[in-house]
């Protein structure tokens, strides 16, 4: 028991502190009814929904297809590196950052792996794990902040992509330079590096497609989520029973917990003054500075508890996912990667830090004049 108490702690360590804050809270505010409106069941079936269906339309090889065919047309080493971190900054918008890492991050070490080159392969990771921060702060389902944020304050899909889309192109141009400072020196890719990859069987595409779209209606508004969760599981129950076991139920757990915190934290008035006064001076920096150390997904639901200016959080929390490494916990994918096969002297994490406070400089320089 305790073994598995300090492995969960180890692999889902806001599981288990976010788990904890709730029951605490439970001591000062006692249970009742009013317990059951907590949840946000709409971004709760919404989440679920998406892991779902995404991770069948990885499981049959729809985006190695993709990256694959994609590479096969490229004839050098740095496009090889400036298509990895497009990649991830334009698949993170509808894959969600922590599934285009998990997708691209091993497929990007065996094809980078040819090169020789270790420098390469360092940096290319650092920027694609920025690149998929960044470009799911786009859209609604880019990563679960947003869709948390984007139904906690009602945003319309116009204004929420307005919102971020200065810091979105500004990001995009940092990346391209940043790609092209970093990869001076360039050589012709060897294609037999790029092993083949299967096309995904059209009829499953298209049934999962269908399934992605009936998502999307819902995030739009368009169809009750109850309508979208009956029909995402009736479908997928028969057509991929494996893909409920590669949902991240720790993650909905984890939103399940901290919506008790929340809600009991909003019946305790003399910490809602306190905190909405203290928030309301400077969201965004406040959501930066919380995201450096509980990560942005957490930072986002506490917060949203105790301000109305969602535009300054929506912004802060997805900026924040830039900084530290547990900033976003997506970035520790690339990282559990890469540890496997590390090197002495290659200083990841130094140079992981310190390229992402240089876009964090630039982009939070940027909100004051957006």
Not at 256 to 263: D, E, N, Q, V, Y
Not at 294 to 307: E, G, K, Q
Request: hydrophobic share 55%.
């Amino acid at each position: 028991m305790k073994k598995r108490l300090l492995k969960t702690l180890k692999n889902d360590p806001i599981l288990v502190v976010s788990f904890v804050l709730a029951a605490v809270s439970c001591f000062f505010v006692t249970p009742d009814r009013e317990y059951l409106s907590y949840p946000d069941l709409r971004t709760l079936s919404i989440l679920f929904s998406l892991m779902l269906v995404v991770g069948a339309l990885v499981r049959i090889g729809t985006f190695d297809f993709l990256t694959e065919r994609l590479l096969s047309r490229i004839h050098s080493e740095r496009n090889v590196t400036l298509l990895l971190v497009l990649l991830a900054f334009f698949l993170s918008m509808i894959l969600t950052n922590d599934v285009t890492l998990v997708t691209l991050v091993p497929f990007a070490l065996l094809l980078l792996r040819s090169f020789g080159d270790r420098r390469r392969i360092v940096y290319t990771l650092i920027l694609m794990t920025i690149a998929a921060n960044l470009g799911s702060m786009l859209t609604p389902i880019g990563n679960p902040q947003n869709l948390y944020l984007y139904s906690k304050y009602g945003f319309s899909l116009s204004d929420f992509t307005l919102t971020m889309l200065p810091y979105t192109i500004g990001s995009l141009a940092l990346l391209v330079i940043c790609v092209f400072f970093l990869n001076r020196t360039d050589h012709t890719m060897d294609k037999a590096s790029i092993k083949p990859a299967q096309a995904p069987p059209v009829s499953r595409l298209l049934l999962y497609s269908a399934l992605f779209i009936v998502c999307l209606l819902t995030v739009a508004g368009v169809l009750h989520y109850g309508i979208m969760l009956g029909i995402v599981v009736v479908v997928m129950i028969p057509a991929d029973r494996r893909a409920f076991l590669k949902v991240d139920y720790a993650l909905l757990f984890t939103f399940l917990f901290f919506f008790i915190l929340i809600g009991n934290l909003k019946r305790i008035d003399v910490i809602q003054n306190t905190l909405s006064t203290i928030i309301d001076a400077n969201v965004t920096v406040t959501a930066v500075l919380s995201s450096q150390v509980i990560s942005n997904v957490p930072a986002a639901m506490l917060l949203s508890a105790f301000t109305g200016q969602g535009k300054a959080l929506l912004v802060g929390v997805n900026l924040g996912g830039l900084g530290t490494l547990i900033a976003s916990m997506a970035s520790l994918i690339t990282f559990k990667f890469y540890a496997k096969e590390r090197r002495p002297g290659e200083h990841y994490l130094l140079k992981f830090t310190v390229l992402n406070l240089i876009f964090l400089a630039v982009l939070l320089t940027m909100n004051l004049w957006v």
